[in-house]
């Protein structure tokens, strides 16, 4: 469905014309202005991202637009500096369909021979950029959700048969089984016990774009679910999503930290740990600061991650940071520091080593 540009003028009212106060018809005027001013920012907001069309026509792009499968596109957006952004796949698997061009006056998106999996959100904006960094251009932007539609590819298709839902109670859980017809009844169903889970609008809604969500996820959310999509053919079943419910307390991430030894003999080979447990889609980063590192002592630091299970349907991840030293010296002696910092904040652990 293509979008059509806002108009920017609207229907008089009945009686609107027999108004003779002339204070009314100043406010009057003043109204329609600002009405105006409204429509017109939309449309320069909207007017950077274009489509080219048959015979160098161009048309607008609105919210959403629907095009077959196998079609190829080709997008513009007015600038010098232009910024794109669309399905991470495309660049995943470095597809050579796409192709991005900077030219004077526009920035070029091509997608040739497009698929159901090129199905998702195309944007792009200005940027602004000194000797020191780049910012967005807020009021030249451009956006819309392109449906690749293919009747035999009902849902975006995914590079796995499997994927995993995490369930926070702090923030809404969003089952991604998009469609790419947007006009197909989507249902979710509970693999056991074998059931069709109510979308209420409230609890649980369906977004074209995104798929089921869950606002408020609990711990009976958790299982093994998948959607079922109808649209004038036979029904198709998405891939299977796990949900795990996670339960890990807000705030900055639980940390300690170990060495092999507290005592270490010349030439010894020391390794301190520093861990932290929280959620499993938290990314943590650590730091570090130990003795030699001002004289640019040779250490090894190696940082990982796995998930486990603790039973009851929950999840923790664990993050490690190691601290590897091959040949211990007496200027390794002394006080290494952990920081492990994620999005809530930092925590600093310490520990000592000593020379034997």
């Not at 274009?50 to 079609?71: W, Y």
């Not at 997008?75 to 050579?96: A, E, Q, V």
């Not at 003795?291 to 039973?311: K, Y």
Request: net charge neutral; with cysteine; proline share 5%.
């Amino acid at each position: 469905v293509t979008g059509q540009p806002a108009k920017s003028k609207r229907p008089k009212e009945p009686g609107e014309n027999k108004i003779k106060s002339v204070n009314k018809k100043v406010k009057l005027q003043t109204t329609k202005m600002k009405e105006r001013e409204s429509a017109d920012s939309s449309l320069k907001s909207q007017s950077i991202l274009t489509q080219v069309m048959d015979k160098g026509h161009f048309q607008k792009l609105g919210a959403t637009l629907s095009l077959p499968a196998g079609q190829s596109i080709e997008l513009r957006c007015k600038g010098s500096n232009i910024t794109w952004s669309y399905p991470s796949y495309l660049d995943t698997f470095k597809d050579s369909r796409l192709s991005i061009k900077q030219l004077d006056r526009y920035s070029q998106l091509i997608l040739a021979n497009s698929t159901a999996a090129d199905t998702g959100e195309y944007s792009c904006w200005l940027q602004f950029c000194n000797a020191k960094q780049c910012r967005k251009d807020e009021t030249k932007t451009g956006s819309t959700y392109i449906f690749f539609t293919d009747e035999e590819e009902l849902f975006v298709p995914t590079p796995s048969y499997f994927e995993i839902v995490y369930l926070n109670p702090d923030k809404p859980a969003v089952i991604p089984c998009r469609v790419t017809t947007p006009s197909a009844k989507v249902t979710l169903h509970r693999e056991f016990p074998a059931e069709e889970i109510e979308t209420d609008g409230t609890d649980v809604i369906y977004d074209v774009k995104k798929g089921f969500v869950y606002q408020h996820p609990t711990s009976d959310h958790k299982g093994i679910v998948y959607c079922k999509a109808e649209s004038q053919g036979a029904p198709q079943i998405s891939i299977k999503y796990h949900l795990l419910y996670v339960e890990v307390p807000k705030g900055p991430p639980s940390t300690t930290i170990a060495a092999s030894s507290s005592r270490a003999e010349v030439s010894d080979r020391i390794h301190v740990i520093c861990t932290v447990l929280g959620k499993p889609d938290v990314d943590v980063n650590f730091r570090w600061q130990y003795p030699g590192q001002e004289s640019e002592r040779s250490v090894i630091i190696q940082n990982f991650w796995r998930l486990i299970d603790r039973g009851t349907g929950h999840t923790t991840r664990i993050s490690k940071s190691i601290l590897l030293i091959e040949d211990f010296e007496a200027t390794d002696a002394g006080d290494y520091i952990c920081i492990a910092q994620n999005l809530q904040g930092e925590t600093t652990v310490a520990t000592e080593v000593e020379l034997n």
